[in-house]
């Protein structure tokens, strides 16, 4: 009987465990209260420890805090204080140490804080960005928020990347290039993948101005016997994040005006590197035409897309940046971006269709 008596008061190894997890359990939680009542806002710091930032952009988002009667010492306190702040995941701060400050009445040292509700840690929304904007902004998210917009990016980066390749290997279809000079100093290369297959009058009438086999204007044409070539055409009309437009004066290999392609107006201005005709309205389309830096759906249905950039997003991107600074962010002819050859590696199967709809 005493035997039984000692082995009942003896503590199993499982009661012992849940006692101690439960002492635990309480400790951090009177912890937690002791630290929101000393100091609330550190709690939110550990929610918000994932901060980054970017020089010389303004990202966008609902004002949380006026920066107008809010200042701070450096970019970094602007970051400090939307971290401590649990409705900011956003922040700018005006770094134009000049008596202009960042404009429209802004001031050095201001520092906004922001929340968008939408927001993608690693693609924020952004007013303006480049070399000439004096704000500083940045994001505070959690970290996992950040990781998840990570993969995101990565996995529509792969998918962009699949589809150039496939379309600069299907044989089918026409691959062009240009050889870009800025200034007489050479700049690269852009090769580009023809729609033959939905834009039949489109994308061969730019296929014969960049091999020239056209020859000249005719007699008796606008533009008599000026070369229906590419080559020393000028990119004349740049605009930041948006296009840049080339093209030369002549009807177009066909002799005149030609109709849009139906099949290319259905397609969606939504990558950049698409090549889409620039007109004065419908049909009527000639030799000129914009490369696209973006999605811009107010042009859908307006304007014939019969091409894609595979290669050289680097030398767009070149020429589109000279439009940054520039009155309405607008670059011109006075950049001397020059098509200085052009010429074709692939003609494809498809024999173009000019009497399509």
Not at 245 to 270: C, M, N, R, T, W
């Amino acid at each position: 009987k005493d035997r039984l008596l000692k082995q009942g008061s003896r503590t199993s190894p499982a009661v012992l465990r849940a006692s101690i997890i439960l002492a635990l359990v309480g400790l951090v939680w009177t912890g937690y209260r002791s630290i929101e009542h000393v100091a609330p806002g550190f709690l939110t710091i550990l929610r918000y420890r994932s901060c980054e930032l970017e020089e010389h952009a303004e990202y966008d988002g609902q004002v949380v805090r006026d920066g107008s009667s809010f200042k701070t010492n450096s970019a970094q306190q602007c970051q400090d204080a939307c971290n401590k702040e649990e409705a900011c995941n956003v922040w700018v701060w005006c770094g134009g140490a000049t008596a202009d400050g960042c404009g429209w009445g802004r001031e050095y040292q201001e520092c906004w804080l922001k929340h968008a509700s939408r927001l993608n840690a690693v693609q924020p929304g952004v007013r303006q960005r480049g070399e000439h904007v004096p704000w500083v902004s940045g994001t505070c998210v959690a970290p996992e928020q950040r990781a998840a917009a990570e993969r995101e990016r990565s996995a529509k980066l792969d998918a962009e990347k699949k589809r150039l390749s496939k379309l600069k290997n299907d044989k089918r279809l026409p691959l062009v290039w240009f050889d870009i000079e800025i200034k007489r100093k050479r700049v690269g290369r852009i090769e580009m993948v023809l729609f033959t297959d939905v834009s039949p009058r489109s994308a061969e009438n730019f296929r014969q101005l960049v091999t020239g086999e056209a020859g000249v204007v005719p007699k008796g044409k606008e533009g008599e016997g000026k070369p229906l070539h590419f080559r020393g055409a000028k990119f004349y009309r740049i605009i930041h994040k948006f296009i840049d437009q080339a093209g030369i004066d002549v009807p177009s290999v066909y002799g005149g005006e030609f109709k849009d392609d139906a099949g290319g107006l259905k397609l969606k201005h939504v990558h950049k590197g698409l090549l889409s005709m620039a007109n004065m309205g419908p049909n009527t389309n000639t030799a000129h035409f914009s490369i696209m830096m973006g999605p811009s759906p107010h042009l859908d249905g307006h304007y014939t897309i019969f091409g894609q950039v595979v290669q050289g997003f680097d030398v767009i991107d070149a020429i589109n940046n000279l439009s940054i600074g520039k009155p309405d962010n607008t670059a011109t002819a006075e950049e001397e971006v020059v098509i200085v050859n052009c010429g074709q590696d692939r003609q494809g199967t498809i024999t173009a269709d000019l009497n399509a709809p």
